[in-house]
Structure formats: C-alpha cells, structure tokens
C-alpha cells in the first residue's frame, strides 16, 4: 500500500523555520519525482517544490532562496526545508508523488503569524 505521510508543521513567526518531512511507503521502484505543493482554502494547489530521483531541484519564485527540498533515500523520506517564512507561506502543505494523479499526503498545516 502506497503511502506519504508528512509532519513537521506549525505556528511559527514570521522569520522562522521550519522542517516538514515526507515518509514514503509502498514504493517498489521509488524513481518519481517527490514534490510539495500548498493550498490554502479557496486557493488552487500550488506547486512548491520538486525533486527527482536523480536530485534535481526546481522551485516556485515565491519561496526561491527560502525553501530547501531534499531526499533521504535511505529513510525513504522527502523534506522541505522552509525558512524566512512570511505569513504568505500560511497553507495547508502536501507532499506528492507520480505526478497530479499520482500519490498525495494528507497536508500538514504551516501558520506564520506573530
């Protein structure tokens, strides 16, 4: 059974950071790119980040600079590495694999707030 669980949201102020991660399961042939998007209500889903198997990395202009996506394949785990954040980065974060109509996670919320 194929699973992505993310964790590591939160409060946190503005200029903080945070960690979110991504565990994958279920995978046999873990060659798809893992990529986060965020969501917040009313809102479409935006694309974040990405990374392929081969660790190429692409970014949103919005978080550019701020973000960081990474891979642990020996812990099967994906993590975003958010910092400056700003109150704009206040969504509901996901982590997806194999595309649109590939795999998600359930969201893990992130709030910058003071």
């Known amino acids: 059974q194929v699973q992505l669980v993310e964790s590591g949201g939160g409060l946190v102020q503005p200029g903080g950071s945070l960690r979110l991660s991504c565990k994958k399961s279920g995978f046999t042939l873990d060659f798809s790119a893992t990529a986060w998007f965020r969501q917040a209500p009313g809102k479409e889903r935006e694309l974040v980040a990405h990374?392929?198997?081969?660790?190429?990395?692409k970014y949103a202009d919005s978080i550019m600079g701020r973000f960081t996506v990474s891979r642990d394949n020996t812990k099967n785990t994906v993590y975003l590495q958010m910092t400056s954040l700003k109150p704009e980065d206040t969504d509901v974060y996901y982590c997806?694999?194999?595309?649109?109509?590939?795999?998600w996670g359930q969201g893990t919320q992130v709030t910058v707030s003071s």
């Open positions: 997806n694999a194999g595309g649109l109509d590939g795999y």
């Open positions: 990374i392929k198997h081969d660790n190429i990395t």
